[in-house]
């Protein structure tokens, strides 16, 4: 993997990704030539016991532009500035302009509520120079590149010691509030181990103290014993609808290894992982010959130093709909109890993912 | 308060509601004359240590009837079947047909997780026989008489050991996924304290053991005096949006003692809870000239007959719009770490909200 270094003139970062050597001489642009203001403040929600961002730089962020007006396509002479340079590259990385986090976050008000500035960081990750591709649709190769980038913004984290935990997910619809079509995903960098996923390691470190084995580790071994609710089953990566599935077509991504993080994959088990990802896609995409509403997680280790042994990594896929045009609502019971309630079984959504059939 | 117990046809029951007396010989009808069964199961989430329900016979529940279909309408003789007599009464309670949870539920099937019946309770409550009003709209006596009626389902759910949990909440708006627009709420009777109302009640205990006080007592009174963020200042009971708003327009409406449930309010702070209540969601929508979509949590003390000198009763309203035209979207950081990014100061909408004049 080869990767180029680049500051915007408003001194946001810009990493170019590519299998091929990167041209020499790419400037990065920038839609705004001064640096935005961001200056986010972090406050104490007592009652939950959490944390909560406030980013009011974030009330100006571009919302669904035309497509001549794609900030994240590449930018040709005489065009309006975008995020990106044309060049041949693969996968670009930069500083979200609308960050909810920032490690410029200075701000720490005098509140009736514990307050602290808002330092982490926000990246976007612009996933092909074709604004009409999806992730799923990109070959496997790039795929896997795109797990190296992950890994490598992992890596480089890791040398910030305020980043505790990474995060990178993609929205992907507008159903779950997308604002740019092209394809690309984030990564929010947090300064503490956010609340879902703290839960999780916590779970698995449980797991882990009592049965002497990974929870995942367990859970896998479990579906592909069980079969029905399998949808890639590889050598050393597999994807199925988990038993205990919270939206009718979830579907979770997993290396067969308890690796903690992206980074420490092995090229063959990264193969297979992008492998089992595509497929996970594009049977959800399949399923009803539309584009797939959905939020994709990554999960993995926190970016302290730690061994986690406990932490598998692994991607969770939230797809939006139940059926074709209706969408899953969290309403009262999920958002106000915590109490999923799902209409279907993940058995029967296991078989028609099961069903259809994917080019990968 | 009068009211009536009936048991429709397939087995349901109904409880009719009035500050009048209730007519003799009113008939429950029901859109159904065969029992639907419903026979919900629960499945634990080992990663996230929560469990998921699952009842499959609500993907049949009726999705946005046109006007004439409405099932929430008073039955006129030779109309087809709804769910509520005609006669003259205010407020109707009965068992949703579409259940999530039921004290039928028998199934338990063995599963590599643990799996246990999903028993427990879901009524419908109807604040209204006018199916173009809103609970806001609502005269405050009958908003008086909704928080008797939730008082009344609350002691009803006390008496059966199994139920642990009562929330009632209403989801208003397509936006947040209602399928019948007649104004009405819901209320589920968990077997357990769901994940979020737990950790609300511990935050509370935690904060009364270290500081003798209640956690919304001392929130309330920092409101008071901070005065910005406080949009009804009654004498027995109070509205704002919380510091640590994590939506735009989040509101929290008390009363101003802290009583465990609606249960153990007097007339007077129940008639006063009402005005705040009213005034609030009277703000939310005329804040745009246009209806708020929104979900309205009540959250009280657990059912199991200790004391909880903690839980102080409250409602929490969480508008789903940021602006006239935009969703508030729970997406990656939200849903997937737990971390709620807000885009605007509670301070700023609050002060929009305090501009907004209602007549109440």
Not at 129 to 136: H, I, K, V
Not at 218 to 227: A, F, P, T, V, Y
Request: glycine share 6%.
């Amino acid at each position: 993997m080869h990767s180029v270094d680049l500051i915007k003139p408003d001194g946001r970062e810009l990493t170019l990704y590519s299998r091929r050597p990167i041209p020499r001489g790419l400037a990065a642009p920038s839609p705004r030539t001064e640096r935005v203001v961001a200056d986010p403040e972090l406050r104490w929600h007592p009652l939950r016991g959490e944390w909560v961002a406030y980013a009011t730089h974030r009330q100006d962020r571009t919302f669904l532009p035309p497509a001549e007006y794609n900030p994240l396509r590449p930018m040709s002479s005489g065009d309006f500035p975008t995020e990106l340079p044309a060049g041949d590259y693969d996968v670009a990385v930069f500083d979200n302009l609308f960050p909810t986090l920032s490690l410029d976050a200075v701000a720490q008000p005098e509140l009736s509520v514990p307050t602290r500035p808002g330092r982490g960081k926000c990246e976007v990750v612009v996933f092909t120079q074709d604004p009409q591709a999806s992730l799923g649709q990109l070959p496997l190769e790039r795929i896997e590149l795109i797990l190296e980038v992950w890994a490598d913004r992992e890596r480089r984290c890791r040398k910030n010691p305020e980043l505790r935990y990474l995060m990178a997910f993609e929205n992907r619809g507008v159903e779950v509030g997308v604002t740019l079509h092209h394809p690309h995903g984030q990564i929010y960098a947090y300064p503490f181990v956010p609340p879902v996923a703290e839960r999780e390691l916590e779970q698995q470190a449980r797991h882990l103290a009592e049965k002497g084995r990974g929870l995942l580790e367990s859970m896998l071994e479990s579906e592909l014993e069980e079969e029905t609710r399998v949808i890639y089953r590889g050598s050393e990566a597999h994807a199925f609808v988990p038993v205990c599935a919270r939206y009718p077509y979830e579907l979770w991504v997993l290396p067969a290894r308890p690796a903690p993080s992206l980074s420490k994959l092995g090229a063959s088990e990264r193969a297979e992982l992008a492998r089992a990802l595509k497929t996970s896609l594009l049977k959800l995409d399949g399923l009803w010959k539309r584009p797939m509403p959905y939020l994709l997680l990554l999960r993995q280790a926190p970016l302290d130093g730690e061994a986690h042994p406990e932490a598998h990594v692994h991607f969770q896929i939230y797809p939006a709909l139940r059926s074709p045009g209706r969408l899953k609502y969290l309403a009262g019971t999920e958002l106000g109890a915590g109490l999923f309630a799902n209409d279907s079984k993940p058995e029967d959504k296991a078989r028609e993912l099961q069903a259809v059939e994917v080019q990968v």
